[in-house]
């Protein structure tokens, strides 16, 4: 079976930056996702499209079709009375914001006493990613996970958020009856 639009498609992958370093891999647990669902970068999809189980490819990813350009205007300054123990909060924290287009990680880059600055830029923003994928298995989608635009696993029935054990009855944590919730930002609040 091929990959195309609607296929589910299990990868091992390797993600260095343009210096080799490693940024992330699927260490044997392959990353399983809805191919066509914007479920992954579009880039890497791109590269995957007419592939099968056992094809193996390097590719190049520029910013445009991965986590996007930098942008300096996500870069801005928020008050510390925004966070529930402003005193903690240090330079290279995470956040979850809610914005009206989901779920956003922010990070922190600078701390001062009347302000906090966080950027929201993607952390992989601006950056060329080299990707040694292996293709291990193409299956077809189920109803359910055609439904709501992403994987739900074999094992806690739900890969669609990544949650564990929190899902509920149908069978997805994600919290979220249409399509709207993918990649890892679907707002149910796990990770
Ligand atoms: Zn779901």
Known sequence: MTIEKDRVVSIDYELKDEGG????RSEGEPLVYLHGNENIIPGLERQLEGKKAGDKLDCVIAPA???GERDDELVFAVSPSDFAEPGKIEVG???QAHQEDGVRIVT???VDKDEIKVDANHPLAGKSLHFSVTVKDVRAASEDELKHGHVHG???????????GECDDDGCGCGDDDDGCSD???GCGCK
Request: proline residues 0%; contains cysteine.
């Open 108 to 110: 922190v880059v600078g």
């Open 184 to 186: 890892g930002g679907c």
């Open 154 to 164: 074999d094992d806690h029935g739900c890969g669609g958020c990544g949650c564990d």
């Open 65 to 67: 079709d991965g986590y």
């Open 21 to 24: 370093a490693l940024i992330d």
């Open 93 to 95: 924290m995470q956040f």
